[in-house]
């Protein structure tokens, strides 16, 4: 993005900044028989929000299934439950979340700011220290994602069941020091990776379906989390 201010007097400023990113994904599914399931993922994100041997994270991923109701010995239990699984997943993934080039130390050309030579009183373009500090080994923050669920259809599928708990574990979360003497030194500090957070819960959800004659059906759905 470009933009351009006109300064009182007269002169103007011109900043010119980019960002991107770049990212690989690849998957692997298995599947047997529709009972057991297997699924691996994993991808490769880059961002210019950190430095060149920083810049790449890398974050997998884990899910699998088991149908129990595709079983042989489930068939006596078809006429009440017509579906059950359970299922399981964990994903290491990250966030960059702070700002572009906070880790490398910036300059900006300012007029009437170089020395002075020969009794010269006009002084030219200098290149003067912007005073924001950087921070070159700010990183990917990593959040630990766990969840083991249920799924089940009851009353020839006319009820469903879904049912998860979570838990959520983030640590070197991308955050600013709110106590640091930032006053002392003239200036905020950048970002650091130093935050951490846990989240757990659950989650069920109830869903009836049905039919009112031929031409017309209705669903009810009811959720829960805490």
């Known amino acids: 993005a470009t933009g351009t201010s006109t300064n009182p007097d007269g002169s103007s400023n011109e900043t010119i900044s980019e960002a991107g990113r770049m990212s690989y994904f690849g998957r692997l599914d298995y599947n047997f028989a529709n009972k057991y399931i297997l699924e691996a993922q994993v991808r490769a ?11 790449w994270g890398y974050f997998p991923s884990f899910s699998g299934g088991w149908v129990i109701s595709e ?11 017509s579906f059950l699984k359970i299922r399981g997943s964990v994903g290491f993934m990250g966030i960059d979340n702070t700002k572009s080039y906070q880790w ?3 300059y900006a050309i300012q007029t009437g700011k170089a020395a002075i030579y020969g ?14 500090l950087a921070n070159r080994a700010v ?4 959040q630990d994602k766990y969840n083991i669920g249920l799924d089940a259809r009851f009353l ?11 838990i959520n574990k983030s ?3 991308l955050s600013n020091l709110t106590s640091a003497p930032s006053i002392l030194i003239g200036t ?12 757990f819960g659950y989650e069920a959800t109830a869903t009836w379906r049905d039919n009112i004659g031929k031409n017309w059906s209705y669903n009810i759905t009811a959720n829960y989390w805490w």
């Not at 079983?71 to 439950?81: A, I, M, S």
């Not at 373009?125 to 912007?130: D, I, P």
């Not at 020839?156 to 979570?166: H, K, N, V």
């Not at 905020?188 to 951490?196: A, I, R, V, Y």
Request: cysteine-free.
């Open 71 to 81: 079983e042989n010995f489930f068939g006596k239990f078809l006429n009440t439950v």
């Open 171 to 173: 640590y070197n979360m």
């Open 45 to 55: 994100d880059a961002s210019q929000n950190f430095a060149p041997e920083n810049r």
């Open 119 to 132: 009794g010269n009183a006009d002084r030219a373009l200098a290149a003067v220290m912007n005073v924001d």
């Open 156 to 166: 020839r599928s006319r009820l469903s069941l879904s049912a998860d708990y979570y």
């Open 104 to 106: 490398l130390r910036s």
């Open 188 to 199: 905020t500090l950048p970002s650091e990776n130093f935050g951490k957070a846990n989240v």
């Open 139 to 142: 990183h990917w923050d990593s």
